[in-house]
């Protein structure tokens, strides 16, 4: 078994990730708790995942609902979680914010029909682990906090 990364080089691992990464998995629950995943496109401004999605779409409501995301990319063997927070959520029209989810992504929400609006979601706990080796460790981010 390898020792794995530090705290540090997971950290510069996840921000390049985040930097480089247009799609992501997003996990929400209703009320209840009945869970849904979705892929969407997202962008990594640096401090919040920003996400586009449709004002009546079921991930639309639960984030509304409870406030609170999970999130995952990469594959099983090298995977980053976040565990995020609705920020705020916004209009499409919101010029600074498409323009630089727009060229993140790659399409802009505000050229699709529908009524679609952006949720900022802030990261309160992320972790980074490749395999089984680096599942102890695995937190680069606790409380909002980066660890490195």
Do not use: C
């Not at 921000?15 to 998995?25: E, G, I, T, Y």
């Not at 630089?100 to 009524?115: C, K, L, Q």
């Not at 802030?122 to 682990?129: C, V």
């Amino acid at each position: 078994m390898s020792a794995g990364r530090t705290v540090e080089q997971r950290k510069a691992d996840t921000q390049a990730a985040l930097n480089a990464q247009r799609d992501l998995w997003l996990a929400t629950a209703d009320p209840t708790g009945k869970p849904h995943l979705i892929a969407v496109s997202a962008w990594w401004d640096g401090n919040h995942v920003i996400i586009a999605t449709t004002a009546t779409s079921r991930s639309a409501r639960n984030l509304e609902a409870n406030g609170m995301a999970r999130l995952a990319l990469g594959a099983p063997d090298d995977v980053i979680v976040i565990d995020a927070a609705v920020a705020d959520r916004g209009k499409v029209d919101d010029a600074k914010l498409a323009a630089g989810f727009a060229a993140a992504v790659g399409w802009d929400p505000r050229e699709i029909t529908g009524d679609w609006v952006f949720f900022r979601l802030t990261p309160a706990r992320i972790q980074a682990y490749r395999g089984y080796d680096e599942l102890e460790g695995r937190d680069v981010m606790l409380v909002g906090r980066w660890l490195a």
